[in-house]
């Protein structure tokens, strides 16, 4: 049974909130009222996205094998069209953005990718999930471990209500990865979007408060 304890730090006006979900698993959330959010576990560093990181997200949002499925990345994004399109969404207020960055590892302290939940409507008790992870990182879990935390803070701290997610029928990574999270598959939309020079199906999921089962037990499921 998860034990959290919310406490303030004097001194920086945050509230701290952690999240012991298991003797293994530990989830640490720090939220300045209002502000940006910063979530910790295991391995993981999640936090927004900052001005030094633009190298790293230009890169990946140009990257073929992450923009081929993701028809928000309509590359290629030199810094300036960077900075007025994606960098203006991440700071519009309507949604959570953040990067993952591995503590300890090869990629320690590097940024390897990014979830989010976007758009957010907080009075629909509503968000869009979104992940893509720079392939250099790809097969060490991280997108798995970054999203069940993500969708913990979504469930248990914004208390939302549904959480939709969207993948195109050739990506079967996120596919699997919508399955493993315990996303619900709702229909597929038939020939909804273009890539890689077709027109191609999209497979739509969901995911309510009540089915959440934590990130302890999603990790476990894939350990």
């Known amino acids: 049974m998860p034990v959290s304890r919310v406490s303030t730090a004097a001194s920086s006006g945050q509230t701290i909130f952690r999240s012991r979900i298991d003797a293994d698993h530990t989830t640490e959330i720090l939220r300045e009222m209002p502000g940006p959010t910063f979530i910790t576990t295991d391995r993981l560093e ?13 890169e990946g949002v ?20 960077y900075r007025d399109e994606l960098r203006a969404r991440e700071n519009d207020g309507d949604g959570t953005t953040l990067l993952a960055v591995p503590t300890t590892g090869e990629f320690a302290d590097e940024p ?14 509503y968000a ?14 991280y997108a798995l471990e970054a999203s069940a935390h993500l969708l913990e803070h979504a469930f248990r701290e914004r ?39 077709a027109y191609v199906d999209v497979e739509r999921y969901g995911l309510l408060r009540r089915e959440w089962d934590g990130p302890a037990n999603v990790l476990e499921r894939s350990g």
């Open 62 to 81: 140009n990257h073929p094998e992450v923009r081929k499925y993701i028809s928000a990345f309509e590359g290629p994004y030199d810094e300036q069209r």
């Open 159 to 197: 208390r939302l209500h549904r959480v939709s997610a969207t993948a195109m029928c050739p990506n079967e990574a996120s596919q699997r990865l919508c399955e493993r999270l315990g996303f619900v598959h709702e229909g597929t939309a038939r020939e909804a979007q273009f890539a890689d020079g």
């Open 128 to 141: 869009n999930f979104g992940v893509w992870f720079h392939p250099k990182a790809w097969g060490n879990g």
């Open 46 to 58: 999640l936090r927004p996205p900052e001005e030094s990181d633009i190298p790293f997200l230009q």
């Open 112 to 125: 390897v990718g990014a979830v989010s939940l976007a758009p957010l409507i907080q009075r629909d008790g």
